[in-house]
């Protein structure tokens, strides 16, 4: 960060440390010393005015960060024990549609649950037309909540925004990823830049470094209705990546910061979509209004993995019926903070 964002980050860093997360700040000379390929200054050039480029005056440093393997923790710990307690899986298949009805008898009226009729998602339809009944139902698919939910009226103020990561992989970027400064891992810590959170994520084992981030200002969300395309062609499960994203916009910002980047092609390149919540860029956990058996949990907004734990012990606590939740470590949360009707979290500051 340049001062001035150190400045306006301060309440943050002192909730942070308020909250016993372990960080240390680092000034300018600690930073250069410790990663001598970094551009920190900046001279009043046109480039630099430009770009809006800011010199590194300070750096924050999380010993707590890291990385998991989510696909893996799911696989190899969520799964196992979902299975243990009597849980089963089933993999590629897609839900098309909630299927609503009365709470009480069906009466054969056309429309059937008409709008005097209490209602409750009786059962899920999957594509290929087989209905699966159960007690209750817990929406979590992320940034696709709004292709099951529109369609019955319920409004999760998530939205999904594409984000793409890029790779560039070269002996190169050898003074970043052998590093002895920062961690037993010995390369630099996953980095986020003064500018539009672009970040660079080390990956040693094979000479790379992944790129993300950048502004999404004037970017579109995505809207898909599933019921107009093939199953293939689905904007949210497009993958792909546009490299000029990165030639025209991070490159040309990064490459100054990190001059060992110039002229290094992309090795490869990936794109996903965040659930972003457009209130606070914080997670839902709801029960929708007037509408039974149905919790909705969404919104992970760019953090959800960091919050999972958290918020699949408050969607446990809700469908229980508990005011609150006990959070890994023995802290309580209200379950209601997370919902929509009495919502009581701060907007989340950190979204890169
Ligand atoms: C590029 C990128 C980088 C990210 N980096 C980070 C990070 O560093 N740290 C972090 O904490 N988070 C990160 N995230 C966010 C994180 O991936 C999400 O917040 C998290 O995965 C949300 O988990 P979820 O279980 O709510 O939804 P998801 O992981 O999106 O899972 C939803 C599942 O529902 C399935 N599904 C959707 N529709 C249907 C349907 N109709 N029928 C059946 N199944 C369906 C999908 O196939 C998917 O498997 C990143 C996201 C992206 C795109």
């Given at each position: 960060m340049d001062r001035v964002q150190f400045e306006g980050n301060k309440r943050s860093v002192e909730a942070m440390l308020d909250n016993n997360v372990r960080i240390e700040i680092l000034d300018k000379d600690d930073i250069k010393q410790k990663i001598p390929d970094l551009v920190t200054d900046f001279d009043d050039n046109e480039n630099t005015?430009?770009?809006?480029?800011?010199?590194?005056?300070?750096?924050?440093?999380?010993?707590?960060?890291?990385?998991?393997?989510?696909?893996?923790?799911?696989?190899?710990?969520?799964?196992?024990?979902?299975?243990?307690?009597?849980?089963?899986?089933?993999?590629?298949?897609?839900?098309?549609?909630?299927?609503?009805?009365?709470?009480?008898?069906?009466?054969?009226?056309?429309?059937?649950?008409?709008?005097?009729?209490?209602?409750?998602?009786?059962?899920?339809?999957?594509?290929?037309?087989?209905?699966?009944?159960?007690?209750?139902?817990?929406?979590?698919?992320?940034?696709?909540?709004?292709?099951?939910?529109?369609?019955?009226?319920?409004?999760?103020?998530s939205l999904p925004l594409k984000k793409s990561l890029f790779r560039v992989q070269t002996p190169r970027l050898a003074s970043l990823l052998d590093n002895k400064h920062f961690n037993e891992e010995e390369t630099i810590p996953f980095t986020i830049f003064p500018l539009h959170g672009i970040y660079v994520?080390?990956?040693?084992?094979?000479n790379s470094i992944w790129i993300g981030g950048g502004s999404t200002v004037g970017h579109p969300y995505v809207i898909s209705h599933p019921d107009t395309f093939e199953k293939e062609e689905n904007p949210?499960?497009?993958?792909?990546?546009?490299?000029?994203?990165?030639e025209y916009d991070q490159y040309l910002i990064l490459s100054e910061y990190l001059p060992i980047l110039k002229d290094q092609p992309l090795t490869n390149q990936w794109a996903g979509f965040y659930a972003m919540n457009t209130i606070d860029k914080n997670p839902v956990v709801f029960k929708p209004n007037g509408i039974k058996r149905l919790i909705v949990v969404t919104s992970g907004s760019g953090s959800g993995i960091m919050k999972a734990d958290a918020v699949g012990r408050i969607a446990?606590?809700?469908?229980?019926?508990?005011?609150?939740?006990?959070?890994?470590?023995?802290?309580?949360f209200k379950v209601s903070r997370l919902g929509l009707k009495s919502r009581d979290v701060d907007k989340e500051d950190f979204v890169i």
């Amino acid at each position: 960060m340049d001062r001035v964002q150190f400045e306006g980050n301060k309440r943050s860093v002192e909730a942070m440390l308020d909250n016993n997360v372990r960080i240390e700040i680092l000034d300018k000379d600690d930073i250069k010393q410790k990663i001598p390929d970094l551009v920190t200054d900046f001279d009043d050039n046109e480039n630099t005015e430009l770009l809006g480029l800011k010199n590194i005056d300070y750096g924050i440093l999380g010993y707590d960060c890291g990385e998991l393997d989510a696909d893996k923790i799911t696989r190899d710990f969520y799964e196992n024990e979902f299975k243990k307690l009597g849980g089963e899986t089933l993999f590629s298949t897609r839900i098309k549609k909630l299927v609503l009805e009365p709470v009480e008898e069906e009466l054969g009226i056309p429309g059937e649950p008409v709008g005097w009729q209490e209602k409750k998602v009786g059962s899920i339809e999957t594509q290929e037309g087989k209905k699966i009944t159960s007690k209750m139902f817990i929406l979590a698919t992320g940034p696709w909540a709004n292709e099951l939910l529109l369609p019955i009226g319920i409004d999760s103020h998530s939205l999904p925004l594409k984000k793409s990561l890029f790779r560039v992989q070269t002996p190169r970027l050898a003074s970043l990823l052998d590093n002895k400064h920062f961690n037993e891992e010995e390369t630099i810590p996953f980095t986020i830049f003064p500018l539009h959170g672009i970040y660079v994520k080390p990956v040693k084992y094979n000479n790379s470094i992944w790129i993300g981030g950048g502004s999404t200002v004037g970017h579109p969300y995505v809207i898909s209705h599933p019921d107009t395309f093939e199953k293939e062609e689905n904007p949210l499960d497009d993958t792909q990546a546009d490299s000029r994203d990165y030639e025209y916009d991070q490159y040309l910002i990064l490459s100054e910061y990190l001059p060992i980047l110039k002229d290094q092609p992309l090795t490869n390149q990936w794109a996903g979509f965040y659930a972003m919540n457009t209130i606070d860029k914080n997670p839902v956990v709801f029960k929708p209004n007037g509408i039974k058996r149905l919790i909705v949990v969404t919104s992970g907004s760019g953090s959800g993995i960091m919050k999972a734990d958290a918020v699949g012990r408050i969607a446990d606590a809700l469908y229980r019926g508990e005011e609150n939740a006990e959070l890994f470590g023995g802290k309580e949360f209200k379950v209601s903070r997370l919902g929509l009707k009495s919502r009581d979290v701060d907007k989340e500051d950190f979204v890169i």
